[in-house]
């Protein structure tokens, strides 16, 4: 299992479970990572729409938890 990534690199992430149904248009949320350094970092994303393709993530902010804060989310999306 891969426990690094490189600048520009992604990571392929499955959520699955029988029978849930995901609401994809509403879906957000946050990652919260360390850089080579140690300080943690957090991207925030939500999905939307690719209309024919599906859903694809949108990156809404990205910074180090010392400047964002703990994340925390509404109904709405990411409260700050």
């Known amino acids: 299992m ?3 990534l490189g600048p520009g690199d992604s990571a392929l992430t ?6 849930v149904r ?5 879906a957000k949320g ?8 140690g300080e943690e970092w957090q ?5 939307r729409e690719v209309e ?4 694809d993530v949108e ?5 180090p938890t010392k400047e964002l804060g703990e994340p925390a989310y509404s109904p709405e ?3 700050t």
């Open 2 to 4: 891969r426990t690094t």
């Open 14 to 19: 499955r959520v699955a479970s029988q029978g």
């Open 22 to 26: 995901i609401n994809w248009a509403d």
């Open 30 to 37: 946050y990652l919260r990572y360390r850089d080579s350094a």
């Open 43 to 47: 991207t925030h994303f939500r999905y």
């Open 52 to 55: 024919g393709a599906g859903y």
């Open 59 to 63: 990156v809404v902010e990205v910074g």
């Open 77 to 79: 999306g990411r409260v």
